[in-house]
């Protein structure tokens, strides 16, 4: 017998804790006949409503249940490392609670792992049902994410997969406290199989991602898996270099040619703001990378338990 761990993170999420169980069951079958048993481990991410209640509820009826609850909200990131750490599996797959990851895929995806692959991941090949200007952003996101980091990180890659033990012990030894997992998992390599499916919208209630919370989270990413910005300002400052060089030669040959008239003040006020604005800039991008190294020096926990099941 082989056990899989279903990791499921889930914030305010009360209506869809039995659906999602539900839903998960209808493959039984299959893992009856391929010899697999599970363990369903509800992340609770300091939920506010009846998450916790409703999981400990089907925990009373099925032992394969288990409840991990924080103590307050650490984010999904933290959900899933909670999760890896405690999954005993021989394999683990990280699934949300909404059904936006669609349990019926399990089978296929355990046939590549049978054929080879180490990691079977899965990314949306549509935005459907997503506010157009998201989709835009998400996609500058992802080509400039291409562009600036070594690391592969896939467009519309979905946090839903299935790995094998040594991929989940790979991830759990990257103990970095600003977690990007789309990041991660790129970075631990390992033989990975894409599977690619169109968007599936939320069954119930609402997504915890506003606009803001995307932007914040994108540039946690480019901070996590780059240092290209950081170059900004060394890059910026040749390119003023050598327009102050042309600049003052500029000067030279019209004062020797024409002589001094005393103006030009206007210029120089659009210069100062200029060059002060872009120093600002680099100064802010160098704060990100400090902000980020500081809460990295911390080594604060990246979650709290406050009950277990
Ligand atoms: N989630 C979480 N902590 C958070 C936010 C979200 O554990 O702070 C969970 C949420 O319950 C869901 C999954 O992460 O199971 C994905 O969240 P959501 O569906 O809101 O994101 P989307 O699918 O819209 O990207
Ligand atoms: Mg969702």
């Known amino acids: ?20 169980y539900q839903e998960f069951l209808n493959n039984q079958d299959f893992f009856q006949t391929e010899g697999i048993t599970f363990e369903i481990l509800y992340i609770d991410d300091g939920s506010k409503d009846k998450t916790a209640e409703e999981v400990r509820k089907l925990h009373e009826a099925d032992e394969r249940v288990h ?29 949300d609670v909404d059904l936006q990851d669609p349990p019926s895929l399990l089978p296929e995806m355990f046939s590549w792992l049978e054929q080879g692959y180490d990691c079977v991941a899965t990314r949306r090949v549509t ?12 996609r500058r996101f992802y080509k400039l994410m291409k562009k600036i980091s070594k690391t592969e990180i896939m467009d519309g890659a979905r946090d839903y997969r299935l790995m094998t033990r040594q991929v989940v012990d790979a991830i759990l030894a990257m103990e970095e406290y600003n977690r990007f997992s789309k990041g991660i998992f790129g ?70 040619l024409f002589g001094d008239p005393v103006s030009g003040w206007p210029s120089l006020v659009c210069i100062i703001s200029l060059i002060s604005g872009v120093q600002l800039f680099c100064m802010g991008i160098m704060g990100q990378y400090l902000a980020k190294t500081y809460m990295e020096v911390k080594k604060r926990p990246i979650y709290l338990i406050k009950e277990e099941l």
Not at 211 to 221: E, I, Q
Not at 234 to 254: D, E, H, P, T, Y
């Open 67 to 95: 409840l991990i609850s924080f103590s307050r909200n650490f984010g999904k990131e933290a959900a899933i490392y909670a999760g890896l750490q405690k999954s005993g599996g021989d394999y683990a797959v990280v699934m």
């Open 127 to 138: 935005r459907k049902g997503e506010p157009p200007i998201r989709s835009f952003f998400a």
């Open 187 to 256: 970075w631990v390599g390992f033989e990975t199989k894409w599977l690619e499916y169109e968007n599936i919208e939320r069954t119930r209630g609402e997504t915890k991602w506003s606009f803001w919370k995307l932007l914040v989270y994108s540039l946690d990413g480019i901070t996590a898996f780059s240092t290209v910005p950081l170059s900004f300002a060394a890059v910026m400052g040749v390119l003023f270099c050598a327009l102050a060089v042309a600049l003052i030669v500029f000067i030279i040959v019209r004062t020797l």
């Open 1 to 20: 017998m082989r056990l899989l761990s279903v990791i499921v993170p889930c914030y305010n999420e009360q209506d869809n804790i039995e659906y999602f």
